[in-house]
């Protein structure tokens, strides 16, 4: 396991389209370990693929500390409801802003084992799937904010 750099706005790797994971190779593990590592190094709640240089469909969410999830090949099926609330990137360090998210999200992917299974989730974890999700689509949450971005000094908090 080892830490990967986390690429920032600018880089144009994260305003790529991703691939699908097609088979679980030990490549695959061990990038999954790796962001697993870097997320929680740097704080955050949530990592897709592309923000360490990976143009793959894969993200690590951990909302709680206790609770790691990893989504391959995700797709969202069902959102509903409505939630506002400051959000922020490790892609984009230091910085945040009011973004609207669905409350609750319902998402189908693929596990370590390439089983399928239905993940629901409510506040802060649909916020984390949907703003990870975006990311393997080259989309960034600053395209979403409601208003200016502005500094933030609690990135213990950023996704």
């Known amino acids: 396991m080892a830490l990967r ?10 305003t790529k389209e991703c691939r699908k994971v097609e088979k679980m190779t030990p490549k695959i593990r061990e990038l999954i370990d790796d962001m697993f ?13 592309p923000q360490v240089g990976i143009l793959k469909q894969i993200v690590v969410i951990d909302t709680t500390g206790e609770d790691p999830i990893v989504l391959i090949n995700p797709e969202i099926i069902e959102t509903s409801g409505s939630q506002t609330g400051e959000e922020g990137c490790l892609s984009v360090p230091g ?33 984390a799937i949907c703003h990870e999700t975006d ?6 949450y600053t395209e979403l904010v ?14």
């Open 5 to 14: 750099q986390i690429r920032t706005q600018g880089d144009d790797i994260l």
């Open 37 to 49: 590592d870097t997320m929680y190094e740097a704080y955050g709640v949530g990592l897709a693929a």
């Open 95 to 127: 910085m945040s802003g009011v973004v609207t998210r669905p409350n609750y999200v319902k998402v189908r992917a693929f596990d370590e084992d390439m089983q399928e299974f239905i993940l629901e989730g409510e506040e802060l974890l649909a916020r």
């Open 135 to 140: 990311h393997l689509h080259g989309r960034l």
């Open 146 to 159: 409601e208003g200016e971005l502005h500094h933030t000094s609690y990135e213990e908090d950023e996704e």
